[in-house]
């Protein structure tokens, strides 16, 4: 069965780093677009970032521009999300999502904290 299980989540302090891993199985991982979401308390899940396929083009939050890097290893079934400079705001559980035109899927979810 599918599956994609997020990892690297933690408690961090303000300005801090935290590198957050994705694999997936069950499926084509080459043949999806991967993306990473996050959900605050009170807030609606939204789009973090977002790899094509190939890894040849990448979007991002407005939010997160400049200080998030989305890449993705096809051999390893696996994306990642490098975050760093990290703000209070940024605490959430996040997401790992793969999409194809014909299917979704998505992990459990792992807890990133920023507090002092």
């Known amino acids: 069965q599918v599956q994609l299980v997020e990892s690297g989540g933690g408690l961090v302090q303000p300005g801090g780093s935290l590198r957050l891993s994705c694999t997936g199985s069950?499926?084509?991982?080459?043949?999806?677009?991967m993306s990473w979401y996050r959900k605050a308390p009170g807030k609606e899940r939204g789009l973090v970032a977002r790899i094509s396929s190939t890894g040849g083009r990448t979007n991002y939050a407005d939010s997160v521009k400049g200080r998030f890097t989305i890449s993705r290893d096809n051999a390893k079934k696996s994306v990642y999300l490098q975050m760093n400079s990290l703000k209070l705001e940024d605490t959430a559980v996040y997401y790992c999502?793969?999409?194809?035109?014909?299917?979704?899927?998505w992990g459990q979810g792992t807890q990133v904290t920023v507090s002092s």
């Open positions: 999502n793969a999409n194809s035109y014909v299917s979704d899927h």
């Open positions: 069950g499926f084509i991982f080459s043949s999806y677009d």
